[in-house]
């Protein structure tokens, strides 16, 4: 998204940032360079201005406290050309769209999101929840990967998070021109990227059952290149795309350093958009972002419509909790819901399989229902891995070092608010990330039970009010489950 806006030395440019981004790596260490520089990308250049976009309203201000004069030394010195470096937050939704005209583009996606959404509920059956059963064959075998039937429009959950890149898929799938050429869909694993690649091709397949749908890993793009290759059959190999109306290809950045995949690949991809064809695409990050990947690659990649999907929200874990235990005709307690997205806030798919855990126990004890108790014990290990995967020590140093406080008069009994909210905020994370309960998480501040309650609530209540704290512990947290 970034390079195309770049106007002068556009690669000396980039090839500057990525050199500043190591030093700033070995100087501030791995961790905060992870949290803080990494999401930082160039947003264009010119006339000796240089805009670096940031995610978002709080990440900048800490950048710009922590570390901007330091990015204008370093620079400053590589290329004198630069006269001011500017840091821009990038909202979701003007960063996500390239290459298309926006407003055309949003008013199209507000259609859509406005049309009825189908019942996000699953439809029957316990095999429905376990994604490897009952795949069926597609017409092209050879090419073509089975789609997985669940896989549909109708048993995908639509929430804030990932409402953007739902309406963009369903865009593709349900209109008769190509409304943006490539969709490129990307977050991290299991929020339901192949999901949305296959209820696409569902609903085409569904619309015009003639046309010609390949779905296929990158993985499986390469694997067959290199078989045609090796057979001195890469004639036959093209041939094969030759005659596909939507091509769509997961997890792109397993491509990456394999050079002469990729050019067949940006040769097929472009053979492919020059007569029309569809292309989608999903990979595990933005395309200015995949490593190893050709920089004209990169762009072309970019050049449709770039639509990410953010980790889930509460709100969503509890539609997806909801939605599946319906479609297995099981009461799964409100309590039991809240626990479980509480506490297990990594993908779906570990939240699928938290579901089916409980279900599966309780169904083989007749008369057992699903509560809070059973959960706690069916999922112990479960918790007790994701317990050992942060502690209330790190999570104190954590926090304090990202308000500018020591871990020290964390635990003090300073109530000055910029001690005391840093405080809370390290009191709540805990109660979230950790299985401590309210007694022992109290012991490590020097503080009783009632006084992690009260923060807990008071965070809590803060993050509906104020934007900022909740942009801090949602920094934090992500950081912290890293
Ligand atoms: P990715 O390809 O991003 O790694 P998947 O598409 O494989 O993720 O999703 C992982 C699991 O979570 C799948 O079983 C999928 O059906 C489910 N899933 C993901 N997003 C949703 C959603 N919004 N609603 C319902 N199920 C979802
Ligand atoms: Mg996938």
């Keep these: 998204m970034a390079g195309e806006a770049i106007t002068t030395n556009n690669e000396d440019v980039q090839n500057e940032w990525g050199q500043i ?6 100087e501030v260490g791995e961790k905060a360079f992870d949290s803080w520089l990494k999401p930082l990308s160039i947003s264009s250049f010119s006339s000796g201005v240089m805009n670096i976009s940031v995610p978002t309203r709080f990440m900048r201000n800490w950048v710009i406290t922590n570390y901007s004069d330091r990015i204008h030394k370093i620079w400053g010195k590589k290329n004198p050309n630069i006269k001011s470096i500017n840091f821009i937050v990038q909202a979701a939704d003007e960063g ?5 005209h926006n407003s055309t583009c949003r008013s199209l ?3 859509i999101s406005q049309s009825p959404a189908p019942q996000n509920i699953y439809q029957s059956g316990v095999n429905n929840i376990q994604p490897e059963a009952g795949y069926v064959s597609d017409a092209n075998q050879s090419l073509s990967v089975p789609l997985n039937p669940q896989y549909t429009f109708e048993n995908f959950v639509v929430g804030k998070t990932n409402e953007f890149a739902y309406a963009a898929a369903r865009k593709v799938a349900e209109s008769d021109d190509i409304p943006f050429n490539p969709l490129f869909l990307y977050s991290g694993v299991g929020l339901g990227k192949t999901h949305l690649m296959h209820a696409i091709a569902w609903r085409i397949k569904q619309r015009n059952p003639n046309k010609n749908i390949v779905y296929l890993s990158a993985e499986k793009f390469m694997y067959k290149f290199v078989r045609a290759l090796r057979y ?3 004639a036959a190999f093209k041939e094969q795309f030759r005659s596909v109306d939507v091509l769509m290809v997961d997890d792109v950045q397993f491509m990456g350093g394999k050079d002469t995949t990729q050019e067949e690949f940006f040769y097929t991809f472009n ?26 690659l990169r762009s072309r990649l970019g050049c449709g419509l770039v639509a990410d999907i953010h980790p889930t929200d509460f709100d969503l874990r509890i539609g997806i909790l909801q939605a599946k235990a319906k479609q297995l005709n099981c009461e799964l307690p409100q309590k039991v819901a809240e626990f479980l997205a509480q506490k297990i806030t990594s993908n779906i798919r570990e939240l699928e399989g938290a579901l089916r855990r409980i279900i599966a126990h309780t169904q083989l004890l007749p008369g057992k229902e699903i509560t809070l108790e059973n959960t706690q014990d069916v999922l112990k290990d479960m918790l007790r891995s994701y317990d050992r995967r942060t502690t209330i020590d790190e999570i104190q140093k954590k926090v304090a070092e990202h308000f500018n406080i020591s871990v020290k008069e964390m635990q003090s009994s300073r109530r000055a608010r910029t001690v005391a909210r840093p405080r809370q905020i390290a009191m709540y994370l805990a109660k979230l990330l950790t299985l401590r309960s309210l007694p022992e998480i109290g012991r490590k501040f020097d503080r009783d039970h009632t006084t992690v309650m009260h923060a807990v609530r008071k965070v809590e209540e803060l993050i509906k009010e104020d934007t900022s704290v909740a942009e801090s512990v ?8 890293a």
């Design 109 to 111: 996606l507000k259609k």
């Design 21 to 26: 981004c190591s030093q700033l790596k070995q």
């Design 271 to 296: 053979s492919l958009i020059e007569e029309g064809r569809q292309i989608i695409i999903s990979a595990d990050k933005s395309p200015s972002d995949l490593e190893g990947i050709e920089t004209r």
């Design 96 to 100: 996500i769209m390239t290459g298309v």
């Design 232 to 234: 001195k059959d890469t």
């Design 474 to 481: 949602e920094v934090l947290r992500r950081s912290l489950e």
